[in-house]
């Protein structure tokens, strides 16, 4: 069986810096992370949160998954395919949830697939809307989620409902009561 491509999220960083020919000076101008960090990180000392991660794979333009495992040229065919067990799932606790990115050895996708978990109930817990760049589907796998955004109604998802908006639009997940 072969050896698994997941390595850390250090050599990764050191190894995608590098063959983008960059310093940790460049990837300080292009992504706005501290030299420090960046040196914190490729050297497993540090990890980094949701919102940072994102900063730091759209600093690079790179596939924010191609941070947790390794290159392995045979992922670059037309006959895509990528079992995960749950076992194998990274989990990244950013500051209003919880993400488990999913099939994170298939690179160079044209989305990210990510499980969550929300623990605000209000959004003077949440705080500010998150805003970023892409889309996001969301599907509700067990309870209920209360979605907020700047443009539309709140609107509350149960279990088999689904949500796809433009992630640019200010927007929050909230765990319904």
Not at 47 to 67: E, F, P, V
Request: aromatic letters at 8%; a positive charge.
């Amino acid at each position: 069986m072969k050896k698994s491509l997941r390595t850390s999220l250090g050599k990764n960083l050191r190894s995608t810096r590098k063959k983008l020919g960059l310093t940790i000076s460049d990837v300080n101008q292009l992504t706005g992370l501290a030299c420090s960090t960046i040196s914190k990180v490729e050297n497993d000392q540090m990890s980094l949160t949701y919102d940072k991660l994102s900063q730091l794979a759209s600093g690079l333009q790179i596939d924010i998954a191609s941070l947790f495992h390794a290159d392995d040229a045979s992922t670059n065919v037309t006959a895509r395919h990528s079992v995960e067990r749950p076992k194998d799932r990274i989990s990244v606790k950013a500051g209003k949830y919880i993400y488990w990115y999913l099939n994170t050895a298939l690179r160079h996708k044209t989305m990210t697939p990510m499980l969550g978990r929300t623990k605000y109930k209000t959004l003077d817990e949440f705080g500010d809307y998150i805003r970023h760049p892409g889309e996001e589907f969301l599907l509700v796998i067990e309870g209920k989620i209360e979605v907020h955004t700047e443009q539309y109604e709140p609107v509350i998802l149960s279990k088999g409902d689904s949500l796809y908006i433009d992630s640019g639009m200010g927007h929050a997940y909230l765990a319904a009561r």
